[in-house]
């Protein structure tokens, strides 16, 4: 067993990431046919070639490095959401979005990118972000801090953004998945905050979370490979979350919303302006 993901740890996976972005993510885009674009779940959900080939890719490499850990991709639990179990027992195990933002993607929309998570004994030790547009991915390891990395090498420490008070927070709520009942209050709440937008995309919402560029994001669906790894690396970056009834995001949650503010004091001001009815 693997005693800790380490940050040189966490390079190499990116090294894995940029290949396999290189390889198919890239080269695909804006040149999608229509037989390489599908339907999985309904009209909102599709999966591309691209998205195959990149978790396929991923996936090998990591089981290459790592013979003895898990591997779980987004489209793999798609087709056999079985695999998904042993998130919580494996010793290791490692969680692939291959492209995250798919919609835009296939739209043309340069706003998607690549997201892999390692976790170990059921915590999330590790995580990481790609925008293989600009090159530039957000990277931590548990109790070693959040970094952004270029293209180029250079890196510098993430930090959230200041606390300030709820009514000057401007983020995103993606309230689409939302309970209809939640839905109507959130979005009758929303113009209380200072300004809200919607990427289609979480590895780019939370690339802009991290780097202290919005304070907030709210979710409803917590899948996995959707929000492991930004959810660790906006802990490294000083920054607080919890489910919309206050407890702790574990890696089994798929439900239950999940709030991202600079601390918990700025959290609670934020869950009251938005989820109260009035």
Same mark, same amino acid.
């Given at each position: 067993? &693997?005693?800790?993901?380490?940050?040189?740890?966490?390079? &190499?996976?990116?090294?894995?990431?940029?290949?396999?972005?290189?390889?198919?993510?890239? $080269?695909?885009?804006?040149?999608?046919?229509?037989? +390489?674009?599908?339907?999985?779940?309904?009209?909102?959900?599709?999966?591309?070639?691209?998205?195959?080939?990149?978790?396929? +890719?991923?996936?090998?490499?990591?089981?290459?490095?790592?013979?003895?850990?898990?591997?779980?991709?987004?489209?793999?639990?798609?087709?056999?959401?079985?695999?998904?179990?042993?998130?919580?027992?494996?010793?290791?195990?490692?969680?692939? +979005? $291959?492209?995250?933002?798919?919609?835009?993607?296939?739209?043309?929309?340069?706003?998607?990118?690549?997201?892999?998570?390692?976790?170990?004994?059921?915590?999330?030790?590790?995580?990481?972000?790609? %925008? $293989?547009?600009?090159?530039?991915?957000?990277?931590?390891?548990?109790?070693?801090?959040?970094?952004?990395?270029?293209?180029?090498?250079?890196?510098?420490?993430? =930090?959230?953004?200041?606390?300030?008070?709820?009514?000057?927070?401007?983020?995103?709520?993606?309230?689409?998945?939302?309970?209809?009942?939640?839905? %109507?209050?959130?979005? =009758?709440?929303?113009?209380?905050?200072?300004?809200?937008?919607?990427?289609?995309?979480?590895? =780019?919402?939370?690339?802009?979370?991290?780097?202290?560029?919005?304070?907030?994001?709210?979710?409803?669906?917590?899948?996995?490979?959707?929000?492991?790894?930004?959810?660790?690396? =906006?802990?490294?970056?000083?920054?607080?979350?919890?489910?919309?009834?206050?407890? $702790?995001?574990?890696?089994?949650?798929?439900?239950?919303?999940?709030?991202?503010?600079?601390?918990?004091?700025?959290?609670?001001?934020?869950? %009251?302006?938005?989820?109260?009815?009035?």
């Amino acid at each position: 067993m &693997t005693e800790r993901i380490t940050l040189a740890d966490m390079h &190499t996976v990116v090294g894995m990431m940029r290949g396999a972005a290189k390889r198919h993510v890239m $080269p695909s885009f804006r040149c999608l046919g229509r037989t +390489d674009i599908r339907a999985k779940s309904g009209p909102l959900d599709i999966v591309t070639v691209a998205d195959e080939a990149s978790e396929r +890719d991923l996936t090998a490499a990591l089981q290459a490095a790592w013979p003895d850990a898990l591997v779980i991709g987004e489209e793999a639990v798609a087709a056999d959401p079985a695999i998904v179990d042993g998130l919580v027992t494996a010793d290791l195990a490692f969680v692939i +979005d $291959p492209i995250d933002g798919t919609a835009n993607y296939a739209a043309g929309v340069p706003l998607f990118g690549v997201m892999v998570s390692a976790v170990m004994g059921g915590e999330v030790v590790g995580g990481a972000i790609l %925008d $293989p547009v600009c090159d530039v991915v957000a990277l931590a390891a548990r109790g070693q801090g959040a970094w952004l990395e270029d293209g180029t090498g250079a890196t510098r420490a993430l =930090h959230v953004a200041p606390p300030v008070p709820a009514c000057e927070m401007a983020g995103n709520a993606s309230w689409r998945y939302l309970p209809p009942d939640l839905r %109507d209050v959130v979005t =009758h709440n929303l113009p209380k905050v200072a300004g809200s937008w919607d990427f289609r995309c979480a590895a =780019h919402e939370y690339l802009m979370l991290v780097d202290g560029r919005c304070h907030f994001l709210l979710f409803n669906r917590t899948l996995p490979w959707d929000h492991l790894a930004g959810w660790l690396i =906006h802990a490294e970056a000083g920054g607080y979350s919890a489910r919309f009834d206050g407890s $702790p995001y574990r890696v089994t949650d798929r439900s239950g919303g999940l709030l991202y503010a600079p601390d918990r004091e700025s959290w609670q001001a934020l869950r %009251d302006l938005l989820l109260t009815p009035g």
